[in-house]
């Protein structure tokens, strides 16, 4: 049993240590900021990570930007049909004292018009403004894609 629990202990540490780091301003904590790429003929590209709040006050993610991209605040969903879509969001709120993960089918930031290539282990600033903390740079790792894991995404409507 304990050395079932130290292996899961060493799974655990290197998980962490390949999905990278997080990043603490003033009450946000920014877990895992990733950009998978799927070779080099991306027009767009999904930016995850996960956002907690540490405050006794919700916050708010009111803006994004990057300097290799436009970027904004999408969700996808499925609708009753089965259809996936995507939608602009204006602003995320983040409760007091809780998380909100932006993740592969839900929040993501998109990246469009991207202006440079994306390559793995060639890390991108981006800047997340909160509506209390403030603005701050962020490094996302951008990372191959992992196997079996599709940009199910569709943009012709977007604006
Ligand atoms: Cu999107």
């Not at 089965?82 to 930031?109: D, Q, Y």
């Not at 991207?114 to 962020?138: C, M, N, R, S, Y």
């Not at 894609?145 to 943009?155: L, R, V």
Request: aromatic content about 10%.
């Amino acid at each position: 049993m304990k050395l079932l629990s130290y292996a899961f202990f060493v799974l655990l540490s290197q998980t962490t240590f390949l999905h990278g780091h997080e990043i603490t301003f003033k009450h946000i904590l920014i877990k895992h900021p990733v950009i998978p790429v799927f070779g080099a003929h991306m027009k767009t590209a999904a930016g995850y990570m996960t956002v907690t709040n540490s405050s006794n006050v919700q916050e708010r993610i009111i803006s994004v930007e990057a300097n290799f991209a436009t970027a904004m605040i999408h969700k996808s969903s499925v609708d009753i049909n089965g259809v996936a879509r995507m939608e602009h969001i204006k602003e995320v709120t983040i409760p007091a004292n809780s998380n909100v993960k932006f993740e592969h089918g839900g929040l993501h930031i998109m990246f469009v018009n991207l202006e440079k290539k994306l390559e793995p282990f060639k890390d991108q600033e981006v800047t997340l403004i909160f509506e209390k903390a403030g603005k701050f740079d962020i490094t996302f790792m951008v990372e191959e894609a992992k196997h079996g894991f599709k940009m199910d995404m569709n943009h012709s409507k977007d604006d």
